[in-house]
């Protein structure tokens, strides 16, 4: 028997990636899944972003788990493209259990003119459609309850800074806010609310030829070999970064029966990110090590 056999899971930014990821283990504990995302280039978006053909193989990976998919191209940003979606997708699957609000862009920028508009772009993305999917979806969510869980994609810089990264941040700073607040509010329905806050995935939001140059700007063609040092300077753990499966891992607990009294939580899923020591890290030594050993 499934940890989620009998429940309906929503998930957004299910084309590929941590959504396609979370889609598959959710179904594999026995979920139907309603996937959507987006589907079209965002202006000032570095790398490119899922395309239809992605959301229908994430479909098809799913169905071929035996259970209930179905896929929508909706962008979280439109409340009414994903009031209509929610409302379509429940009266087809019956109910809804699960939530997972897992959408969201990377965009650097400095401190310029050119950052008004990727601040907007990226708060609008990042922070304000995870309030505009929840208000589509929390009222199937007490239709089925009572009960349910919503997990949303934070980052380890919801808790810490990142250079460059001051939209990014201050949004996955908000997601954690914003989950407390609904975890709170929704408590009574005894609906959970909990985030996830990874460290960097290997996806495309991560492993592109943009963030290549950024960690890697003596190189003049950057390869994703050359990212792995300075990415792995990053965790505690030494790893450059991870599986999109592992964080997976720890969505399908909040959203089991196994975290019934488990709400209002930032669960760091970050190989020890954001608990970095002040000073010169194992890794750091280590590369010191290495490169003194080379010269003499």
């Given at each position: 028997?499934?940890?989620?056999?009998?429940?309906?899971?929503?998930?957004?930014?299910?084309?590929?990636?941590?959504g396609r990821a979370h889609a598959l283990r959710l179904a594999q504990e026995g979920a139907d899944i309603i996937i959507t995302d987006i589907c079209v280039p965002i202006e000032g978006v570095h790398y490119p972003l899922a395309a239809e053909t992605d959301l229908a193989e994430t479909e098809k990976l799913v169905?071929?788990?035996?259970?209930?998919?179905?896929?929508?191209?909706?962008?979280?940003?439109?409340?009414?493209?994903?009031?209509?979606?929610?409302?379509?997708?429940?009266?087809?699957?019956?109910?809804?259990?699960?939530?997972?609000?897992?959408?969201?862009?990377?965009?650097?920028?400095?401190?310029?003119?050119?950052?008004?508009?990727?601040?907007?772009?990226?708060?609008?993305?990042?922070?304000?459609?995870?309030?505009?999917?929840?208000?589509?979806?929390?009222?199937?969510?007490?239709?089925?309850?009572?009960?349910?869980?919503?997990?949303?994609?934070?980052?380890?810089?919801?808790?810490?800074?990142?250079?460059?990264?001051?939209?990014?941040?201050?949004?996955?700073?908000?997601?954690?806010?914003?989950?407390?607040?609904?975890?709170?509010?929704?408590?009574?329905?005894?609906?959970?609310?909990?985030?996830?806050?990874?460290?960097?995935?290997?996806?495309?939001?991560?492993?592109?030829?943009?963030?290549?140059?950024?960690?890697?700007?003596?190189?003049?063609?950057?390869?994703?070999?050359?990212?792995?040092?300075?990415?792995?300077?990053?965790?505690?753990?030494?790893?450059?970064?991870?599986?999109?499966?592992?964080?997976?891992?720890?969505?399908?607990?909040?959203?089991?029966?196994?975290?019934?009294?488990?709400?209002?939580?930032?669960?760091?899923?970050?190989?020890?990110?954001?608990?970095?020591?002040?000073?010169?890290?194992?890794?750091?030594?280590?590369?010191?090590?290495?490169?003194?050993?080379?010269?003499?």
């Amino acid at each position: 028997m499934g940890k989620m056999d009998g429940k309906v899971a929503f998930i957004t930014g299910g084309a590929r990636g941590q959504g396609r990821a979370h889609a598959l283990r959710l179904a594999q504990e026995g979920a139907d899944i309603i996937i959507t995302d987006i589907c079209v280039p965002i202006e000032g978006v570095h790398y490119p972003l899922a395309a239809e053909t992605d959301l229908a193989e994430t479909e098809k990976l799913v169905r071929d788990m035996n259970v209930r998919c179905l896929s929508y191209v909706a962008d979280a940003r439109d409340a009414g493209r994903m009031k209509q979606v929610a409302d379509e997708a429940v009266a087809e699957l019956g109910r809804l259990d699960t939530v997972v609000i897992n959408h969201g862009i990377g965009l650097p920028h400095g401190i310029d003119e050119e950052s008004l508009d990727i601040w907007d772009t990226v708060i609008e993305t990042n922070l304000s459609s995870v309030w505009r999917t929840v208000v589509a979806t929390v009222p199937h969510l007490k239709a089925t309850g009572p009960g349910g869980s919503i997990i949303v994609t934070g980052s380890a810089a919801s808790v810490v800074a990142i250079f460059n990264n001051a939209a990014y941040t201050v949004a996955k700073h908000g997601v954690i806010g914003l989950v407390k607040c609904l975890a709170a509010d929704l408590a009574q329905d005894w609906i959970r609310v909990n985030a996830v806050l990874p460290t960097n995935v290997n996806t495309t939001l991560f492993i592109n030829e943009y963030n290549a140059s950024r960690f890697c700007p003596d190189k003049e063609d950057p390869t994703v070999e050359d990212m792995k040092i300075p990415a792995e300077s990053l965790n505690l753990l030494p790893v450059p970064w991870m599986e999109p499966e592992y964080v997976s891992h720890a969505v399908l607990f909040l959203a089991s029966d196994e975290a019934k009294y488990v709400t209002g939580i930032a669960m760091p899923v970050d190989a020890g990110m954001t608990i970095q020591p002040p000073g010169i890290t194992p890794f750091l030594g280590r590369r010191m090590a290495e490169l003194k050993q080379g010269i003499d």
